[in-house]
């Protein structure tokens, strides 16, 4: 017996990415938590927003209005704008 695998998205070769240097501390840092709209998403978001902002780090949530599409680029930009890092929740 075989399995086939499917690979919905169509790439031919997946895209490489450089990974972004993690910051030496939070302090003085403002994260964003993108929250996708899948259940128990915001259960997540929601204790690490307590652990973080215990820390003195300040957070700022977005939701997405569905998770079977993009977040909408205004979202995007205002995240990008007034933070240093995000967190997006994924689960289900």
């Known amino acids: 017996m075989s399995l ?3 690979d919905p998205t169509g790439e031919l070769q997946p895209a490489t990415r450089q990974r972004v240097a993690r910051p030496s501390s939070l302090e ?3 994260v964003a ?3 996708i709209s899948k259940p128990r998403g915001d259960v997540f ?3 690490l927003e307590e652990l973080l902002t215990a820390r ?3 957070v700022d ?3 997405k209005p569905t998770f079977a ?3 909408p680029r205004a979202m995007m930009e205002e995240i990008l704008g007034k933070s240093d890092l995000m ?3 994924l689960a289900d």
Do not use: I, S, T
Request: net charge positive; aromatic share 4%; no cysteine.
């Open 4 to 6: 086939e695998v499917l």
């Open 28 to 30: 003085g840092k403002r």
């Open 33 to 35: 938590m993108l929250d």
């Open 45 to 47: 978001l929601d204790r």
């Open 56 to 58: 003195g780090v300040r």
């Open 61 to 63: 949530r977005f939701r």
């Open 69 to 71: 599409r993009p977040a």
């Open 87 to 89: 967190v997006e929740a």
